[in-house]
């Protein structure tokens, strides 16, 4: 398997526009996360699906952040819109989930919102 | 507020020098987990603790999880300046979804 795939891995965009990312997880794996880190606030956990099913959503910062995963193999982060403060690393990770088991993470996605 | 809290958050030492991480919380968890993070990438998992007490070792690497499950620490003897990294705890929250959560990170720095 190729690991966990997060498109695309640099975003450059105006402020106001619509940011979209996204993920393919590790294939058989059932929970996917998204985290976004920053050097003032590190990683921080905004949603977590299990079975394409959203469980918490807690960490989603505003109305302006979406997330969806119409099926096991893909997940989109959606910004709409845009903010100068949003730039970040925003990291996919999935894993099986049973008993204790490993986060796989992708190589993340660097936006830069201007 | 952090569920988690890392000391320290930067940390540069000289090679050979011992070092401890701590990662401490007032939250239980039913599992710990440290991975480390390269620039570029994202972080991989280093170590899971899952028992109060637990102590695992990798090579001069020390992980502890604590009695009551609520702080752990990673122990580092003899540094080399390939133990450069980010080094991240993670918490398994026990009620309600299984969600991981990290702690901010500790920046380490093995100077030659």
């Known amino acids: 398997d190729a690991g966990v795939i997060q498109s695309p891995r640099h975003e450059v965009t105006e402020m106001g526009q619509e940011v979209t990312l996204r993920c393919k997880p590790i294939s058989g794996h059932n929970s996917l996360f998204w985290y976004r880190q920053t050097m003032m606030r590190g990683l921080e956990l905004l949603i977590y699906f299990n079975n394409n099913v959203p469980i918490d959503d807690s960490g989603m910062p505003e109305d302006r952040f979406s997330a969806k995963m119409p099926n096991a193999s893909f997940s989109t982060l959606k910004i709409q819109p845009s903010e100068p403060r949003d730039s970040a690393v925003y990291f996919c990770?999935?894993?099986?989930?049973?008993?204790?088991?490993?986060?796989?993470f992708g190589q993340g996605t660097r936006l830069t919102v201007v | 507020t952090q569920l988690l809290e890392q000391s320290p958050q930067f940390l540069s030492i000289q090679e050979g020098e011992n070092l401890t991480v701590y990662c401490n919380s007032s939250?239980?968890?039913?599992?710990l987990q440290w991975y480390r993070q390269e620039p570029g990438e994202g972080p991989v998992l280093l170590v899971t603790v899952v028992t109060g007490g637990e102590v695992k070792k990798l090579k001069r690497l020390t992980f502890q999880f604590g009695d009551a499950r609520k702080d752990s620490s990673l122990h580092i003897t003899a540094a080399q300046p390939g133990d450069t990294g980010l080094y991240l705890c993670?918490?398994?929250?026990?009620?309600?979804?299984?969600?991981?959560?990290f702690g901010q990170g500790t920046r380490l720095t093995i100077n030659p």
């Open positions: 993670a918490g398994e929250v026990i009620q309600g979804a299984q969600k991981l959560v």
């Open positions: 990770a999935s894993r099986y989930d049973r008993e204790v088991t490993e986060a796989f």
């Open positions: 939250s239980v968890f039913s599992s």
